[in-house]
T-cell receptor, first 113, second 111 residues
Framework: DGGITQSPKYLFRKEGQNVTLSCEQN?????MYWYRQDPGQGLRLIYY???????QKGDIAEGYSVSREKKESFPLTVTSAQKNPTAFYLC????????????FGDGTRLSIL | SQQGEEDPQALSIQEGENATMNCSYK?????LQWYRQNSGRGLVHLIL?????REKHSGRLRVTLDTSKKSSSLLITASRAADTASYFC???????????FGTGTKLQVIP
């Protein structure tokens, strides 16, 4: 079955530590997205990528970094510069262009130790 | 910044009743989408309505769009306990531009 896999489901970060969240898709989608969701809130865009080796900052990119070396993979690193990283992180992908819907993974919940 | 604002923030109904939630947005759009999110899960796309459409149906879902008022509504008829979830509207200019999600309506359907 095609879909988006995020791992791990739960992640704990120590003070001053960088952590990387994995996102893999086998839908052959060009575009991929990372969102942050705080409790009771909507989604805020962190980074997005329309094509391999290219990505753009979203609304809240500070303290985060991404790479897009393969079409299938779009990992997100939460750096120590992100002072309030506790949140639910969602990865999405879609066929680029037109009005195609986004397909989401089941998220990674990041907490601070 | 958040483009869409859903109303109400929370809604509790009995099974079998209809649920209506509204979305208002600020700038011109090419399309509006509705998504569902079960607790602790990712979002699932429900329906897309284009700016030149006024109403769209999909099963028990009915979506309306009023571009003059910059608002949309999602009606779920004959609700079921399995409809318990948060519902988000998302707006986008289409093409390569990013989609912006609203703040969501949390729906509880009581069996």
């Amino acid at each position: 079955d095609g879909g988006i896999t995020q791992s791990p489901k739960y992640l704990f970060r120590k003070e001053g530590q960088n952590v990387t969240l994995s996102c893999e898709q086998n839908l052959n989608h060009d575009a991929m997205y990372w969102y942050r969701q705080d409790p009771g809130q909507g989604l805020r865009l962190i980074y997005y990528s329309q094509i391999v080796n290219d990505f753009q900052k979203g609304d809240i990119a500070e303290g985060y970094s991404v790479s897009r070396e393969k079409k299938e993979s779009f990992p997100l690193t939460v750096t120590s510069a992100q002072k309030n990283p506790t949140a639910f992180y969602l990865c999405a992908s879609r066929v680029e262009g037109g009005w195609q819907p986004q397909h989401f993974g089941d998220g990674t919940r990041l907490s601070i130790l | 910044s958040q483009q869409g604002e859903e109303d109400p923030q929370a809604l509790s109904i009995q099974e079998g009743e209809n649920a209506t939630m509204n979305c208002s947005y600020k700038t011109s759009i090419n399309n509006l989408q509705w998504y569902r999110q079960n607790s602790g899960r990712g979002l699932v796309h429900l329906i897309l309505i284009r700016s030149n459409e006024r109403e769209k149906h999909s099963g028990r879902l009915r979506v309306t769009l009023d571009t003059s008022k910059k608002s949309s509504s999602l009606l779920i008829t004959a609700s079921r306990a399995a409809d318990t979830a948060s519902y988000f509207c998302a707006t986008g200019p289409g093409g390569y531009q990013k989609v912006t999600f609203g703040t969501g309506t949390k729906l509880q359907v009581i069996p």
